[in-house]
């Protein structure tokens, strides 16, 4: 996948909340957006991807889900902020566009998964993340992922 273009960026100008994201994030690689969202309020890291048009937000979202993945994620002030976060955002994205998300799903679904596994170390407890797994396993299946692929 491409670092998303100034084209695929859009009219970011007339989006209030798109110029945070686009000023943080335009033009930069995967690696480097992955550092970006160590550093700052990891909630308002995770906002800026909820609001980037299409391209951006697959990109972006697959360096958060790779920051998410990396030691460097529990090393973040706040863990639990960072995880309960980053699966609100996936939450609302299968809810609203799940056609979005269909590109990433893959990629998407191995961190949610991660955070599953590493609930404890981000600071979760275990009897709260069971029901929102299910929720978003049910929903990633109803936009076409399939963990049996993943697998493979």
């Not at 979202?61 to 699966?87: H, T």
């Not at 939450?91 to 609930?119: C, F, I, N, W």
């Amino acid at each position: 996948m491409r670092v998303p273009t100034e084209a695929d960026w859009g009219e970011w100008r007339s989006d209030v909340d798109c110029v945070a994201a686009h000023d943080r994030f335009a033009g930069t690689s995967r690696e480097e957006a992955t550092r970006r969202f160590g550093h700052g309020d990891i909630i308002e890291r995770i906002d800026e991807v909820r609001f980037m048009p299409l391209a951006p937000l697959r990109f972006y979202l697959l360096a958060l889900c790779d920051y998410v993945r990396s030691p460097e994620a529990l090393g973040n002030p706040d863990p639990r902020s960072l995880a309960g976060s980053f699966l609100a955002l996936v939450q609302e994205k299968l809810d609203t566009v799940p056609e979005t998300m269909r590109p990433v799903l893959g990629g998407v679904m191995t961190a949610v998964e991660y955070v599953a596994s590493h609930q404890k170390r981000f600071g979760i407890p275990t009897s709260s993340t069971g029901a929102t797994l299910r929720r978003l396993r049910r929903l990633a299946t109803l936009a076409g992922w399939s963990p049996s692929a993943e697998k493979s």
